[in-house]
């Protein structure tokens, strides 16, 4: 009998890479998909078999240094939330022209529902546009098992594989049934030199090839296990759930005494949903993300055959899926028994008290104060509630290192003071290039870089750049006069205002390091010394 | 048999080593579990909820349905009031009450404890202030726990207990014991109300 263990949906997809013959993870923090990464991090098993885990300094340098590893003939896993998708989309989409040699398997995780992120985009868009197989777990049993399948399947294609969870499967614990783990690969580099030099003669060549695969991959989702189709009745409503949505389904009608088809490998299995659309006089899809499935069913039987989702407003537009809304759509809504409470207010989440950054917007709101135009431009990070009461100190936040790049363009257009807040992690991740244009371009801009030595939204990681920020700027070209670390402590507060003051009123590129360590950090060391 | 749990506070306040003792029990006793947690920005004291269900038979969502919450367990009053909408109609809230007040625009204390105390199930106890008074500073959650023993028909409180000793058995004796103390001081308050 197999051990069962209790695992999060993250780190059943760990346990499962690690079971498969990993031979390196690569990852920048990202919630939700943070924890398969630790996971492997502190596994003891993972350790004895020498896998590779330090965190990478963003997605790109991940997919790369993964796809890298593949070449060399052994199993990679690139894990990233979904907007890590855009940062590495370059190497992702070009790793399907050259293919790869050992499995290679990229995991996103998506945040339907924005619970810690900016959008809700659907990585299964990216497989599609990729022309990659897909894969989305339902549970966290099958998280475990899809990972050795989507080693073997990239082997057997030569095509790296994306696996597509959501945050409500990353975070959600359950028992899962463990095997035996597999050997890891030999060091087998490849050495077909055409397959991997995309000068255009050859990138022709490839990308014929993986467009004439695409018959192969649509084959084995349709003979795919992970994809069921079940017709216990046939004439009335027939319902396609895809990944976490086939839970929702099964709680809202345990019966399920109509025709449904459990949809966990992509691209969409055509023969599958013809097979119900004949079993059935209408069809609802179940996706949790964007209608990806449901427009190409509609496309797949036509504009006459009706099929109902989010596009036609039985399931919200936006926004993950609840067992409630999937009940409400099957007509079976079980509502609430008691009212929204009188006595309620919102808590919004807010930077620790202690924490270095509150002090950071605490001097910049006391000087943005002396200048009306100024505008502050924020990033990704805890320094986004430096958004909220009581602070309101920035204007912006749109992606990883956006604060400096848009600060620039507004001072190019004529906004001053355009000041940028950005914090290492994501300074190391995106914001070194566009301060290199900065300085490149003389640009009237002040960045601040609030340094806590570490990556602290995600819990805490380590941070590729800790203790680099000086040699780094000064190596852009920041001038040595307008470099300044700080501590921001109250007791400091003259200080870095005066020197906030001197740099916006200094017309080129200045750069502020307030430099703390995170309470969270701090504190949870302080801790483990106390009980060693 | 099934049992649905709604766990809520405050980022910080120890609702997920609540989940963990819960888990901890109900796997050693052959249950099937789901744990929906929340990670992430929320964290930071803001809100944060987790569900918890337990079953003797197989389990679909990973979420609860609403007004199917057969408990609410809450380390702070206006949290444990956030998820009424998915209490069943006959289920219990089981909660601190002493409240966090982080915002500025927080319930009156009165008007809100009032509300609590009008739903048909509720054990309620200013738990930091008795761990406080007993030496306990850090095991308040353990306490609360202790309360909602009696509304876990599927687990013993023995079950319970010895899966505090399991959970933190990493740690010195010293805090298993104030953990189990603490666990013991709900139980009987929640036994005696």
């Known amino acids: 009998m197999s051990e069962k263990r209790l695992l999060l949906g993250d780190e059943a997809v760990a346990l499962g890479a690690l079971h498969a013959g990993l031979s ?10 943070t924890e398969i990464t630790e996971y492997i991090q502190q596994s003891p098993f993972a350790r004895e078999r020498g896998v590779r885990s330090r965190w990478c300094t963003n997605e790109k340098t991940a997919m790369e240094a993964a796809l890298g590893m593949s070449y060399a003939g052994k199993r990679a896993l690139v894990c990233m939330k979904h907007v890590g998708m855009n940062v590495c989309a370059d190497a992702f989409v070009n790793a399907a022209v050259t293919g790869v040699k050992g499995g290679l398997v990229v995991l996103a995780a998506d945040d339907p529902s924005m619970h810690s992120s900016q959008n809700e985009q659907d990585s299964r868009f990216y497989g599609k546009f990729a022309l990659v197989p897909v894969l989305e777990p339902s549970d966290q049993q099958e998280a475990y098992d899809m990972m050795a399948d989507a080693f073997a399947l990239s082997e057997s294609l030569k095509l790296p594989v994306l696996m597509r969870l959501v945050t409500r499967l990353a975070h959600s614990r359950a028992a899962v049934a463990v095997g035996e783990p597999l050997a890891q690969n030999a060091l087998d580099p490849d050495s077909e030199r055409t397959h991997w030099v995309l000068l255009p003669g050859n990138a022709k060549r490839q990308y014929a090839s993986l467009v004439a695969k695409q018959p192969e991959i649509l084959g084995l989702a349709e003979a795919s296990a992970y994809n069921r189709l079940a017709v216990p009745t046939a004439g009335g409503l027939g319902v396609i759930a895809s990944g976490i949505a086939y839970n929702y389904v099964r709680e809202a009608a345990p019966a399920a005494d109509f025709p449904l088809l459990k949809l966990s490998q992509y691209p969409l299995p055509a023969k599958q949903i013809r097979e119900l659309a004949a079993h059935c006089s209408r069809i609802l899809v179940v996706e949790d993300g964007q209608p990806f499935v449901e427009e190409q069913v509609r496309a797949l039987l036509g504009a006459d055959y009706p099929v109902c989702g989010r596009l036609t407003g039985d399931l919200p537009r936006t926004g993950e899926l609840t067992p409630d809304c999937v009940a409400a759509a099957l007509g079976a809504p079980c509502g609430p028994a008691f009212a929204p409470a009188r006595n309620l207010a919102p808590r919004p989440p807010q930077l620790c008290q202690g924490c270095g950054h509150r002090d950071v917007y605490t001097a910049l709101n006391q ?52 000041i940028a807040v950005i914090g290492d992690s994501t300074f190391t991740h995106s914001g070194m290039t566009g301060l290199l244009d900065a300085v490149n371009d003389g640009s009237d801009i002040t960045v601040i870089i609030s340094d806590n030595l570490t990556t602290a939204m995600t819990g805490g990681q380590d941070s590729a750049g800790t203790h680099k920020f000086e040699a780094i700027c000064l190596a852009l070209g920041v001038e040595r006069e307008h470099l300044h670390v700080v501590v921001p402590l109250p007791a400091n507060m003259p200080e870095i205002t005066r020197i906030l003051r001197e740099e916006i009123n200094y017309h080129g590129v200045s750069v502020i390091i307030p430099q703390r360590e995170c309470m969270q950090t701090l504190g949870r060391k302080l801790r483990q010394k106390k009980q060693q | 048999m099934k049992i649905d749990i709604k766990l809520s506070g405050v980022g910080g306040q120890g609702i997920l080593s609540i ?168 139980f009987e308050h929640a036994k005696n109300s």
């Open chain 1, 367 to 418: 000087v943005a104060a002396e200048y009306p135009n100024a505008r502050i431009f924020g990033d990704i990070g805890c320094y986004t509630l430096g958004a909220l009461p009581p602070f309101r100190a920035i204007d912006s936040c749109v992606d990883m290192g956006a604060s400096i790049t848009m600060a620039k363009g507004a001072a190019d257009a004529g906004v001053y003071p355009a």
């Open chain 1, 24 to 33: 390196g993870v690569y990852a920048y923090p990202g919630t939700p998909s």
């Open chain 2, 19 to 186: 989940a963990t003792v819960i888990g901890e029990a109900a796997t050693a006793a052959g249950l099937q579990l789901k744990q929906a947690e929340v990670h992430g920005m929320s964290q930071r004291g803001g809100d944060v909820q987790s569900d918890l269900r337990l079953s003797t038979d197989a389990i679909c969502s990973d979420l609860i349905p609403l007004g199917q919450a057969d408990l609410i367990i809450s380390m702070e009053p206006m949290e444990a009031l956030r998820y009424l909408p998915y209490l069943a109609p006959d289920g219990a809230v089981v909660t601190a009450s002493r409240p966090f007040v982080n915002i500025p625009n927080y319930p009156e204390e009165a008007a809100l404890l009032a509300e609590l105390d009008a739903l048909p199930h509720v054990v309620r106890l200013d738990i930091d202030t008795l761990a406080r008074e007993k030496g306990l500073p850090k095991s308040a959650n353990m306490i609360l726990l202790g309360m909602a023993a009696p509304s876990l028909p599927l687990l013993q409180p023995a079950q319970l207990r010895d899966a505090i000793a399991r959970v933190f058995a990493r740690k010195v004796d010293a805090v298993v014991n104030a953990n189990l103390e603490a666990f013991d001081l709900g």
